[in-house]
């Protein structure tokens, strides 16, 4: 926790890092072939998030009278407007690079050489699979290469990666990915340990278990790194 106060107490060189642009250079024409992408269609962005508000809108309000709702219910007549809103404004904002967080790298200018554990983020995301929420935590490590973040860095961009229709692997290799390439390093670490709606509130309705996933690169691949960081993170905790 001192790195914490020392980050943000020094005034320190900024570097403005544009990650969208990072990360598209990085995937270049194997963009779709990756399976850490996220499948979009080439006209994902032609409509504005209001044309897409628009669009999609009637097609909820399709569903909801499919199943049998009455629209007319003053409960229920806003709805299909508020859930599109909610998909393209909140839900689902993450699909656009556009949202992309602003990355700020520091100069490492205490020479902290150890990892640095930013644990118990809190993230939402919703499952591409069934539309229905999953939730936890995610603990993300680096190892300094001459570069730091400021720390709140790291939640915004598990936030931003969880604003999409999501399978938990990919977000974790997403997270994991797009911090290499900001912090120009190998050394990072991501675990994210969460709960499926789709696993507990239907289907098997197992409200008990947990999932667990995980991103080790460079040092973090040799067991002494992997085991101190899995004991900052104490997942049991
Ligand atoms: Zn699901």
């Known amino acids: 926790m001192k790195q914490k106060e020392t980050l943000s107490t020094t005034p320190l060189k900024e570097q403005h890092i544009d ?8 995937m270049g024409d194997e963009h779709k072939a990756s399976s850490v992408e996220t499948p979009l269609r080439a006209d994902a962005f032609d ?5 897409k508000i628009a669009a999609i809108a009637p097609h909820f309000k399709a569903i909801m009278e499919i199943l049998g709702m009455d629209l007319r219910d003053d409960s229920l007549r806003g709805t299909p407007l508020r859930v599109a809103k909610m998909y393209v404004k909140e839900l689902f904002q993450g ?10 790298l ?41 570069k730091v973040i400021g720390l709140s860095k790291l939640n915004r961009l598990v ?19 797009a911090l290499q390439t900001v912090l120009q390093t190998q050394d990072v670490a991501v675990m ?31 067991e002494k790194k992997k085991m101190e960081f ?3 993170v104490d997942i049991n905790e």
Do not use: W
């Not at 409509?47 to 044309?51: A, G, I």
């Open 106 to 146: 520091f100069e490492n200018k205490f020479q902290y050489n150890e990892m640095l554990v930013e644990k118990n983020i809190n993230f939402y995301t919703n499952c591409e699979h069934h539309f229905v929420p999953f939730f936890g935590k995610a603990h993300v490590a680096y190892i300094s290469s001459g």
């Open 19 to 26: 990650l969208s642009n990072l990360l598209i250079e990085e």
């Open 159 to 177: 936030e931003y990666f969880s604003k999409r229709p999501q399978v938990q692997e990919r977000l974790t290799m997403q997270i994991g990915k």
């Open 95 to 104: 699909l656009n690079p556009a949202n992309m967080p602003s990355m700020t």
């Open 47 to 51: 409509k504005t998030d209001e044309e």
């Open 192 to 222: 994210m340990d969460a709960k499926h709606l789709c696993v507990s509130s239907r289907g098997v309705k197992d409200d008990s278990s947990n999932t667990i996933t995980s991103f080790f690169g460079g040092k973090f691949q040799e």
């Open 230 to 232: 899995l004991k900052y």
